[in-house]
């Protein structure tokens, strides 16, 4: 059966504090695996397409890389702004999604 | 550029009645999907449309029915509300078939409530 799960469930920054959010999968076929950003209140945003182990993709302080197991997404000097739920979802048969990490980054 | 457009907002219902979720996109894609989001939970998909006439149950259809109209929207119904079914609902579309590799858009959601 395929599945997501995303490491943590919640994270803390300080403004500029780097850290890593992790989403881990087992699936049958890897299609496509694909990071979206929701804000309270809002649907999620499209962020990222990974498609293959070794590609990596950047947006201003968001960088995610993929491996065949897990994929991170690396926020580099964090802002306020950044705060938001952040989730992965990988494509193979049809479209899974983690549950999220929630994402505070206080200035 | 509206995107994925849903209505309405909110809502609050019994247990028993029935109700319709709009959903329309603007971006010509081919395939459109309801999930449902529930505290804890990832989306989970109810049904979708990888094409105009064609419809498909998710991982949780059970309570729904779904309607593509035509290409630019599909509905999601609620025969008999039952408190389980309380949630947020997501309309989605992509560009390609219903299991491709494109992402998916999202509207901004249905806030439903079942008393």
């Known amino acids: 059966e395929d599945q997501v799960t995303q490491s943590p469930e919640a994270l803390r920054l300080q403004e500029g504090e780097s850290s890593s959010l992790n989403c881990s999968y087992t699936?049958?076929?890897?299609?496509?695996l694909f990071w979206y950003r929701q804000d309270p209140g809002k649907g999620p945003e499209f962020l990222f397409t990974?498609?293959?182990a070794g590609e990596e993709k950047e947006k201003e302080r968001l960088k995610a890389t993929l491996t065949k197991k897990e994929s991170f997404l690396h926020i580099t000097a964090p802002k306020p702004e950044d705060s938001a739920t952040y989730l992965c979802a990988v494509q193979s048969r049809r479209l899974v999604f983690g549950a999220g990490t929630i994402l505070r980054v206080k200035s | 550029n509206a995107g994925v457009t849903q209505t309405p907002k909110f809502q609050v219902l019994k247990t028993g009645q029935s109700m319709t979720l709009q959903c329309a996109q603007d971006m010509n894609h081919n395939s459109m999907y309801w999930y449902r989001q529930d505290p804890g939970m990832g989306l989970r998909l109810i049904y979708y449309s990888a094409s105009e006439g064609t419809t498909d149950k998710g991982e949780v259809p059970n309570g729904y029915n779904v309607s593509r109209l035509n290409k630019r929207e599909f509905s999601l119904r609620l025969e008999s509300a039952a408190p389980s079914q309380t949630s947020v609902y997501f309309c989605?579309?992509?560009?390609?078939?219903?299991?491709?590799?494109?992402?998916?858009?999202f509207g901004d959601g249905t806030r439903l409530s079942i008393l």
């Open positions: 989605a579309s992509s560009g390609g078939a219903g299991n491709s590799n494109q992402p998916q858009h």
């Open positions: 990974l498609y293959s």
């Open positions: 699936v049958s076929g890897l299609r496509g």
